[in-house]
């Protein structure tokens, strides 16, 4: 399925088919999308809800669900003051209906194909359209080395937890590395730390490698690690950024 | 409209402001930066703006020889793409009108075209006649370079992409190409108030 080329976006009804509870903020709205036109791994979705008496709000919501997944699956973290995040996490019920247009963006994707190493790097939410990436990756059966580094505040905020450490154990090139930055478990193994220049020299591919690189997470921890991988020689052109501000979700 | 969100109230604003806020949009208070990738660095004893294109010659300027150009003082409410609006935003910088002075061209569109590459399309009349700025302060602070610092264009009247941040050139032409976002699947123009988004909108 392919989005390539100008389409215009409809708004949309999808219809949730389950809910899935991810950690005790975050949960995935897996969706059934009859009128789905496909989409690329790292993509978007608007998401506009609509009251009764006509008042309308619209977020922006990133797809975790691989191109090659049979429904669209968004994942979502309320936040306290949030206006939409709320509404999804918390008061949405299965068969309930969510209106929305996508898929959106075409500049933070990645396509099974590219042969380059890959290098991801997430923090808190930002895992989501990054793990639309390697949920493609492992449909598509891509050998591409991959390493993903993901900044969660503790071991419970980690999303999709589990399915990281099958997809990790299972051998095909991709490796995963956890840093805990408030709280970590009595015998944790991984980086108890925010992602600092040393974890990137760790983790990351040397510069020679020439990844493509995609970091995604709140503004300051993607502006530091972007900032980062630029004085680590990385070229300023192979990163591509997504941010998310946490403003009024 | 025909769908109801079940259960839906949302945050109802005060109605005072929301005649300023464009369709799809809500206010925010802080100020959100969204880049495709690293923030470029520019010293400015480097730093040039240039107008360029189907002109009779080039103009350029250094950032000395820019800083001592004749600048205003705007304050202007500005809409991101991605839902946010922010009112009563203040800027200081050098109208494009006073950028284009002297300038004879038959072109009627501009390529805005930024330090590490970025690129956004306009036609000459939405950055003429009082609606663009090349801005080097915001809020009375020289601007960040998270913000598009040392300098950004500053075209308020249409969504905020087309506010190009580190802001290098404008290119005159005769056609009007798509940019980097509008190459990757944003609108042409970007009117907040007709929310046209993306492509097709």
Redesign the interface.
Known sequence: MSSRG????IWQ?GEVAELVPQTPRVASLVLDVPAWPGHLAGQHV?V?????D???????YSIASAPEDPHLEITVERLEDG?VSP?LVG?VRKG????LRGP?????VWTAGDPRPLLLVAGGSGIVPLMSMIRHREHTGSSNPTRLLYSSRSYEDIIYRDELDRLAAGGDGLTVAHTLTRMHPQGWQGYARRIDADMLSEVGWPKAEMPAVFVCGP?PMV?SV??M??DMGYD??S???E?F?A??G | ?S??????????RDVASSSRVP??????D?F?????????RIPVSEWKFVVEGEIDQMKSWTWDEFRKLPTEHVTKDIHCV???TKLDTAWTGVSVDTIMEGVETAAEYVMAFSY??YTTNLPLEDVTGGKAWVAYEFDGQPLHP?HGGPARLLVPHLYFWKSAKWVQGLRLVNEDQPG??E???YNMYGDPWREQ?????
């Open positions: 100008p389409r215009l976006l009804l608007d506009r809800l609509t009251a009764d006509g008042y309308q709000a619209q977020r922006s206006e509404y008061e309930d209906k969510v209106e959106i963006g075409g500049y933070f503004t502006e972007a900032s991988l630029v300023p052109a990163i591509k950024t941010r501000g403003t009024g | 409209m769908f109801i969100s079940r259960g839906f109230r949302g945050r109802r369709p799809g949009q809500h206010v925010v802080d959100p930066v969204l880049s495709a990738g690293p923030t470029p991605t839902k946010w590490g590459g998270e980097f976002w190459s990757n699947g988004r993306y492509w097709g909108d």
